[in-house]
């Protein structure tokens, strides 16, 4: 496999607690519907890049910056797919892929980094912290990691009402360093949950690097601590992502408790559109762009039969005017009414003047 000089050899440090991962077979419609998952969210985020880049201080169209996941949204995409639609899914901040496999419209996440009226979180917040409602999306907050805490709560629900529901949640390699992820899964392990961990390792928390973050090299060992099966995935790789999480969702679902994967990937982009990331080096950029997920799986469909240069130009067209659409729509939200503030924060409303 491609990237192999950048990767080390997955499974290798691991033993006996490895995830074991059968060579599922992958059928074309699947195949296709992860590729248009994944160009879907290439193209609506190149758009929050470019708007980004465009607009004016003084008469923005969005509010704040965009964090994106250029370059590693394989890992959502793949996650996605391995769950039931009802499994939760607990997301990073470079999880739109998900949002869009669980419904979310463009329109709708246009609205969202706008902070208007009509958006998940009716304007009271921005870009990626939000869900939309009945998408068993757990609501995104900024704290590096809480997410997984809020999955591991979800885990134990399934556990207490008896269900073969699972929980997934995603963290940055940076937030794999806070406390609050070791105890998850200590205690996931230790009560069996059906619990998924995905750290999604893009080599950077902003301007530190991984080597400054932890001493250790493949953080899928961690899982070996705790007695959780785990493993290390090319994290550019869709199809490797969604094969991993698929075996973790089964063990989850048959009551054999949690799994780990460490997906390597890198973050191509900077924190957020404000950032030019000077300090990474140009040539691990480089390295790293060179093994594009969304080239990647476009080379394996057409391989196959599965996929052509013309069905893709087809696509991108298709995408690209309904993002046109969408951003026209989105311009004519209105910003929300200052009493809506209080409105959903306290269970005994607030009254307004
Ligand atoms: C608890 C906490 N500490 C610090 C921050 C500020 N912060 C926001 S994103 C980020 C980097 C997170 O890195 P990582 O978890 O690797 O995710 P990535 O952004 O690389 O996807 C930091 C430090 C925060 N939001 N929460």
Known sequence: MEGRAIMREKGDVMSPWSLQVPEKKISQHDACAMYTLLLRTRLFE?????????????????????????????????????????????????????????????????????????????????????????????????HMGQNVAVALGLAWAQRYRKTDRVALATFGEGAAQQGIIHESMNYAATFQLPMIFVINNNRWAISVPVQEQTSIEDLAIRGAAYHIPATVVDGNDTVAVYRAATAAVALARAGRGPSLIECKTMRVMGHGTHDPATYVPADEKTAWRARDPVVLLKRVLCERGWWSDERDTALRAEIRAELDTAVDVAGNDPPPDPRMAVQDVFSTPVPVE
């Open 46 to 142: 190149d758009e929050i890049y470019y708007i980004c880049a465009n607009q004016t201080p003084q008469h923005p169209f969005i509010v704040g910056k965009g964090y994106l996941s250029t370059g590693q949204e394989a890992i959502s995409v793949g996650c996605a797919y391995a769950l039931a639609p009802d499994d939760w899914f607990a997301q990073s901040h470079r999880d739109m892929a998900a949002h869009f496999h669980r419904g979310l419209t463009f329109v709708e996440a246009l609205y969202q980094y706008r902070c208007t009226t009509s958006s998940p979180t009716h304007g009271r917040d921005g870009n990626v912290h939000f869900a939309k409602e009945g998408t068993h999306m757990v609501g995104f907050t900024s």
